[in-house]
């Protein structure tokens, strides 16, 4: 049954934007709330149609008169953030995250009209590192918790919403952990690392990458949004890329760093205002990670269009990457790295 009024939080970015514009395209829907702190680009906003935006903050206990105000029956937080940039620093990303995800809650917990929460998480909650088995299922954890970041923000904003399901057994709640986002207009860390013309990367790694198609992740958004389908849910493309095979195939130009030089290097790309690299992206970066989706497609009925290496073929031809340098170049510029390396150990 489709619901009748639906609340996207996050429609100034790419999947909240796009999903309120889907949602206010479907006629069984009567209306559709966009909310956000700032207001979407005018392409986005004027894509969106009859979606109403509101300019709201979620982190403020009035998200409670909007909800309760509209009779929203359906809430899809879409806001939750990984990029600290675009969040003002990663205290306020923080602050957005989890302060404003509780309040939220709080919000739906009052609201009798609502009847079902979609969360946007990530598989970041599943960690990276060298113990990691070769696919986390819905029901692992990580074998090596974070100490902040994204990923922290994430577990404990899966944490609120258990929570919040316990308090209201007549509420359907879906989280949806999705890999990381590739396509050819979404803006994320990893599609800015791989625009680099040197793709910085740890000597002796190299991770396996699993994607997901931003137009994939905005129709999963939308099914969850739009029919029952409780649960916790991982979300990504089939296959996977090695992410020196990313590299070569966006036609960048690898630049093997040693450990003790990651720090460095990454706060160099940062000031430079290049990629945000945290801690969590660079153990990402060493160890990579791969999910199972089989719950994805067998209950959540659902099966990526794009796989991870035709998703990542659509974000190069998109974004029109050039090759940096000849093959001839390349092997000579790698082999020069590997050897100054070399003298480090």
């Known amino acids: 049954m489709a619901p009748s ?8 970015r790419f999947l909240g934007g796009h999903l309120a514009a889907r949602l206010a395209a479907n006629p069984d829907i009567d209306r559709v709330l966009g909310v956000d702190t700032i207001p979407p680009p005018r392409d986005l906003l004027r894509r969106m149609g009859r979606a109403e ?19 929203v029956d359906t809430v899809v937080h879409a806001s939750v953030s990984a990029n600290p940039v675009s969040s003002g620093g990663r205290t306020a990303m923080k602050e957005m995250n989890v302060i404003g995800t509780m309040q939220l809650l709080a919000a739906c917990q009052k609201a009798s009209s609502v009847r079902r929460v979609v969360l946007k998480s990530t598989t970041a909650v599943y960690g990276s590192s060298s113990r990691d088995p070769a696919l986390f299922d819905e029901a692992m954890t990580p074998k090596e918790m974070s100490s902040g970041g994204y990923a922290k923000d994430a577990a404990e904003i899966e944490g609120y919403l258990r929570g919040f399901g316990r308090r209201r057994p007549d509420v359907s709640v879906t989280v ?12 994320t860390v990893l599609t800015r690392y791989f625009a680099l013309p040197l793709v910085p990367t740890v000597l002796g790694y190299d991770a396996r990458v699993q994607l997901l198609h931003e137009e994939d992740a905005v129709a999963v958004l939308e099914r969850a949004a739009t029919e029952e389908l409780p649960g916790v849910f991982n979300v990504g493309a089939d ?11 966006a036609g960048r130009v690898p630049l093997p760093v040693p450990s003790l030089a990651v720090g460095p290097v990454s706060r160099v790309f940062r000031s430079a205002r290049l990629v945000d690299f945290s801690p969590e992206q660079m153990r990402f970066l060493n160890f990579g990670r791969v999910v199972e989706t089989r719950r994805l497609r067998e209950q ?12 990542f073929d659509d974000y190069v031809r998109g974004r029109a990457l050039r090759p940096v340098l000849g093959p001839e170049q390349v092997a000579s510029l790698e082999r020069g790295v590997l050897a100054v390396a070399r003298t480090l150990r």
């Open 5 to 12: 009024v639906v609340l996207v939080t996050g429609v100034s």
């Open 53 to 71: 935006f509101v300019r709201a903050d979620i982190r403020n206990p009035l998200i409670a008169k909007v909800i309760s105000g509209a009779g």
């Open 176 to 187: 949806l952990r999705f890999s990381n986002f590739i396509g050819p207009r979404i803006d």
């Open 239 to 249: 296959g996977v890329l090695l992410l020196s095979q990313a590299i070569r195939r």
């Open 300 to 311: 959540f009925g659902f099966t990526p269009r794009w796989t991870t290496v035709q998703a």
